[in-house]
């Protein structure tokens, strides 16, 4: 398949890791941000290629892991009000709030359903005029312009039944966050690919430049990744800090412009909770004053729901990269993909369900 098959290719691979190999002569400490990059390089082996002094860790990019256990809870209360259709994508069913999920909401009796677009539900909320249809917007900048779209789509029509729970966050800001931890290891990063469709490579330039860090927008099939990690290592051996852009059949520097506006006129910039990683300024979205009687979490009351992390659950290091999911006691015995204690074990892109399925514990 164009575009697929020379990206899975083993001799363009080999041929990759043994440019790597022969370039890198001292460790260095690679982080892949999302989670979908994350399974890739668990699936193809990639980590096992590569040269022993190239180490990977673990992004926080993967958006059911970083969604905080408050808006889950948030959620699920939503979900059992009278008269609520909830609807959210399937990977969000599962994930574990404070006592349930919204599974088990389901099975108490709310009307959870799983759409594969918000536009999906702001056509039930057209359709059933006397429910009251909310959508559960989660996930990073990728994610984000479908929603918008779906907000301004309701206001256009002037709906009064349609709701938004959102919970967005931005990654340049975790970026930013996991180096300026006095305990960071990272000293290279690769982009997330799909997150810069949408938002070009930009603002990336500021981080490389700032904190003297190489950083390569990267792709999501093992040629683009081991590409990636060999641009990272060149600028790494070279003494170089620069934004580059493996990804280039999809990512354009500036992005993609239209998506942006409709991002700007629905969302503005906010101070976020990640899930493990506590708050970080100017790190999400949330709708603006404009689109406030949108708003699931003011219409319902629930800003002040809050909730505890359990405390086993070490996700917060694995998502800042500072331990490994194998570090976790929990770890393949009281967590695992079918007994979740946290989010990172829930997800198809979280790191642990990552490790857990390509049997990176057995040894
Ligand atoms: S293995 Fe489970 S408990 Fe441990 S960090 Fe991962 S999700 Fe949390």
Redesign the pocket.
């Known amino acids: 398949m164009k575009y697929v098959d020379e990206y899975r290719d083993p001799q363009i691979a080999h041929a990759l890791a043994d440019q790597i190999s022969h370039k890198v002569t001292r460790p260095w400490v690679l982080m892949e941000v999302c989670g979908g990059q994350t399974h890739t390089l668990m699936r193809y082996g990639i980590d096992e290629l590569l040269p022993s002094q190239i180490e990977l860790v673990h992004g926080p990019g993967c958006p059911v892991c970083v969604t905080p256990l408050e808006m889950l809870d948030r959620a699920i209360r939503i979900a059992l009000l009278p008269n609520i259709i909830f609807t959210s994508y399937g990977d969000m069913l599962r994930v574990p709030g404070s006592d349930s999920d919204l599974f088990q909401a389901k099975a108490r009796g709310a009307d959870v359903r799983v759409v594969y677009s918000p536009m999906d539900a702001v056509g039930l909320a057209r359709a059933n005029p006397d429910r009251r249809v909310v959508f559960f917007g989660v996930g990073f900048e990728t994610t984000a312009p479908a929603n918008a779209m779906a907000v301004w789509q309701a206001h256009r029509e002037g709906m009064k039944n349609f709701s938004m729970l959102v919970s967005h966050v931005l990654v340049p800001p975790a970026m930013r966050l996991i180096l300026s931890s006095p305990s960071n290891r990272v000293q290279g990063f690769i982009a997330p690919g799909h997150v810069c469709t949408v938002m070009g490579y930009r603002e990336y330039e500021d981080l490389a430049k700032k904190f003297r860090v190489p950083i390569v927008v990267g792709g999501f099939e093992p040629v683009d990744l081991l590409e990636a990690i060999n641009m990272l290592v060149s600028q790494l051996e070279e003494g170089r800090a620069e934004a580059e852009n493996q990804y280039v059949r999809s990512v354009s520097y500036e992005g993609n412009l239209p998506a942006q506006r409709i991002l700007s006129e629905v969302f503005e910039v906010s101070r976020r909770k990640w899930r493990g990683i506590g708050s970080i300024d100017q790190s999400g979205y949330r709708l603006r004053e404009k689109y406030a009687s949108f708003d699931a979490e003011r219409i319902f009351g629930m800003e002040d729901v809050t909730a505890e992390e359990?405390k086993?659950?070490?996700?917060a290091l694995?998502l800042q990269g500072l331990k490994k999911?194998v570090d976790?006691t929990?770890?393949g015995t009281r967590?695992t993909p079918m007994t979740?204690?946290?989010?990172?074990?829930v997800s198809a892109e979280?790191a642990?369900a990552a490790y857990y399925q390509y049997r990176r514990h057995a040894g």
Do not use: K, R
Not at 340 to 345: D, F, K, Q, R
């Open positions: 359990p086993e659950c070490i996700s694995v999911p976790c929990a770890f967590c979740p204690l946290g989010a990172p074990m979280g642990c």
